[in-house]
């Protein structure tokens, strides 16, 4: 008897059976309803509708790799850049590559390069801290990056003084935290919208109403944002306490803080360097990546130089390393952001442009894991309105929620969407007479959720 098909079909029933389980194949926001990005142009605060395909098109895997297959525009709209950057999130090719069995590099820890790191799980590019902006002791001036000249080295070079694009480039972020390099829309740090956080360091969000690929809720775990190219994933800030899913939920907080300095002469490890530009106004605290060191911490919600930690996750509850997109207590982004400033794992990842073994594809509707958004609340508000109601959801939306806007006698007057990957809509209300009127929330048909709005004329 020849056994060789049975060890087949056996061996692809289990690797089919893995794929049903495993978060890095199951997670992603994929497009299966034909969703196209948008995007705003400064100066004009109505969207314009892309040509382009958001979100995630295709993921197919083989025992070792996940093949995330992308635009890298998101569902979101996005821009404008206020900076000046003529660049427009465009589509791109290829694939992000990410190992479906990570594993804590044990020898010296890879440093995060410039580009892509890893993917959040609507497709969009994870970069580091850096913006490809660095002192150069040579001229005391800056180099790389658009209007200075090139570094020594070119621009993949690891200078003593790296500029942080977080604290130097966020009049160049739109809603979302995010912008596009030659046209590869990117985030540097946590992707929910400025006008969520609790102090608003950004004014974008009054002038181009958007959000971001979800919103903070301080109550809950929060979602699987994504995943580095060391395969481990990316939550955002707020986790159980302790690594074995004890403790309660809170902020997990960075191990890093700023140096007590007024000059920049040596490294955060003490050692000599080239000299930086003197801490001044035009140069203050924080705005180069050495300007950080790690002090670390006792306390189970500090993290590691990674940026990490083992946890029990939602996804992960036997276990797993875990980065986080770090907050301070106001929301606003922390160093290092996600990762960095070196891998935990093995960064064996990356983006391809083609797949060069025999892969399955993931179809999520037939998939026997329940997909769907889980634990979902909404903000409605003005409440009272008047013109309009914006309805935002707390967390991250899987699957497209419908939104009705009833009258009491149970006839539907409005309705709009809010896509997978998206936050927040709006119900123009300027038509309505003065009343109490009903928002329910429907996600593939079935009711979740509903609140009472007055409006009034």
């Given at each position: 008897?020849?056994?060789?098909?049975?060890?087949?079909?056996?061996?692809?029933?289990?690797?089919q059976?893995s794929a049903?389980t495993?978060?890095?194949i199951?997670?992603?926001?994929?497009?299966t309803?034909?969703?196209?990005?948008?995007?705003?142009?400064?100066?004009?605060?109505t969207?314009?509708?892309?040509?382009?395909?958001?979100?995630?098109q295709s993921?197919?895997?083989?025992?070792?790799?996940?093949?995330?297959?992308?635009?890298?525009?998101?569902?979101?709209i996005?821009?404008?850049?206020?900076d000046?950057?003529?660049?427009?999130?465009?589509e791109?090719?290829?694939?992000?590559?990410?190992?479906?069995?990570p594993?804590?590099?044990?020898?010296t820890?890879?440093?995060?390069?410039p580009?892509?790191?890893?993917?959040?799980?609507?497709?969009?590019?994870?970069?580091?801290?850096?913006?490809?902006?660095?002192?150069?002791p040579?001229?005391?001036?800056?180099?790389?990056?658009?209007?200075?000249?090139?570094?020594?080295?070119?621009?993949?070079?690891?200078?003593?003084?790296?500029?942080d694009?977080?604290?130097a480039?966020?009049?160049?972020?739109?809603?979302?935290?995010?912008?596009?390099?030659?046209?590869?829309?990117?985030?540097?740090?946590?992707?929910?919208?400025?006008?969520?956080?609790?102090?608003?360091i950004?004014?974008v969000?009054?002038?181009?109403?958007?959000?971001?690929?979800?919103?903070?809720?301080?109550?809950?775990?929060?979602?699987?944002?994504?995943?580095?190219y060391?395969g481990?994933?990316?939550?955002g800030?707020?986790?159980?306490k302790?690594?074995?899913?004890?403790?309660?939920?809170?902020?997990?907080k960075?191990?890093?803080?700023?140096?007590?300095?007024?000059?920049?002469?040596?490294?955060?490890t003490?050692?000599?360097?080239?000299?930086?530009?003197?801490?001044?106004?035009?140069?203050?605290l924080?705005?180069f990546?050495?300007?950080?060191?790690?002090?670390?911490?006792?306390?189970?919600?500090?993290?590691?130089?990674?940026?990490?930690?083992?946890?029990?996750?939602?996804?992960?509850?036997?276990?797993?390393?875990?980065?986080?997109?770090?907050?301070?207590e106001?929301?606003?982004?922390?160093?290092?952001?996600?990762?960095g400033?070196?891998?935990?794992?093995?960064a064996?990842?990356?983006?391809?442009?083609?797949i060069?073994?025999?892969?399955?594809?993931?179809?999520?509707?037939?998939?026997?894991?329940?997909?769907?958004s889980?634990?979902?609340?909404?903000?409605?508000?003005?409440?009272?309105?008047?013109?309009?109601?914006?309805?935002?959801?707390?967390?991250?939306?899987?699957?497209?929620?419908e939104?009705?806007?009833?009258?009491?006698?149970?006839?539907?007057?409005k309705?709009?969407?809010?896509?997978p990957?998206?936050?927040?809509?709006?119900?123009?209300?300027?038509?309505?007479?003065?009343?109490?009127?009903?928002?329910?929330?429907f996600i593939?048909?079935?009711?979740?959720?509903s609140?009472?709005?007055?409006?009034?004329?």
């Amino acid at each position: 008897m020849n056994k060789l098909p049975l060890f087949i079909g056996l061996f692809g029933f289990c690797l089919q059976l893995s794929a049903q389980t495993n978060p890095a194949i199951t997670s992603w926001l994929i497009n299966t309803t034909g969703i196209m990005g948008q995007h705003y142009l400064q100066g004009n605060s109505t969207p314009i509708q892309d040509n382009v395909l958001a979100n995630v098109q295709s993921v197919q895997y083989s025992a070792n790799w996940v093949y995330v297959g992308a635009t890298g525009v998101p569902s979101y709209i996005t821009g404008p850049f206020q900076d000046g950057n003529p660049s427009l999130a465009s589509e791109q090719s290829g694939f992000h590559k990410i190992p479906l069995h990570p594993a804590q590099n044990t020898g010296t820890p890879t440093v995060t390069n410039p580009g892509n790191i890893g993917t959040f799980i609507n497709g969009v590019a994870l970069f580091d801290y850096r913006d490809g902006v660095a002192w150069n002791p040579n001229t005391n001036a800056l180099c790389g990056g658009p209007g200075n000249p090139p570094c020594p080295g070119g621009p993949m070079a690891q200078m003593d003084w790296n500029r942080d694009a977080i604290r130097a480039e966020r009049q160049g972020f739109d809603c979302a935290k995010a912008h596009p390099a030659m046209g590869n829309y990117h985030h540097h740090q946590n992707p929910s919208a400025f006008d969520l956080d609790k102090v608003v360091i950004s004014n974008v969000c009054d002038l181009y109403p958007s959000d971001g690929l979800y919103a903070i809720n301080e109550t809950q775990h929060s979602p699987l944002l994504g995943f580095a190219y060391d395969g481990f994933p990316i939550y955002g800030a707020y986790a159980f306490k302790n690594t074995d899913g004890t403790g309660g939920i809170v902020r997990m907080k960075t191990g890093y803080q700023l140096r007590n300095i007024t000059l920049r002469t040596d490294s955060p490890t003490g050692v000599d360097v080239p000299d930086g530009p003197p801490v001044s106004a035009t140069y203050p605290l924080g705005y180069f990546r050495e300007d950080y060191e790690y002090a670390g911490g006792t306390e189970p919600d500090i993290l590691d130089e990674h940026n990490g930690r083992f946890c029990v996750t939602p996804e992960y509850p036997d276990g797993i390393y875990c980065y986080f997109a770090t907050v301070d207590e106001n929301w606003n982004s922390a160093y290092p952001y996600v990762i960095g400033p070196a891998f935990y794992g093995v960064a064996t990842g990356s983006k391809v442009q083609t797949i060069n073994e025999t892969v399955t594809t993931y179809n999520p509707v037939t998939a026997t894991l329940e997909v769907g958004s889980k634990s979902l609340h909404t903000t409605l508000f003005p409440n009272p309105a008047s013109d309009f109601i914006a309805i935002q959801v707390q967390g991250l939306l899987q699957e497209e929620m419908e939104l009705r806007l009833i009258d009491t006698n149970g006839k539907i007057l409005k309705q709009t969407t809010i896509k997978p990957g998206s936050t927040i809509s709006y119900l123009d209300t300027r038509t309505l007479y003065g009343g109490t009127y009903l928002v329910s929330y429907f996600i593939n048909g079935k009711l979740v959720g509903s609140d009472k709005v007055v409006v009034l004329k």
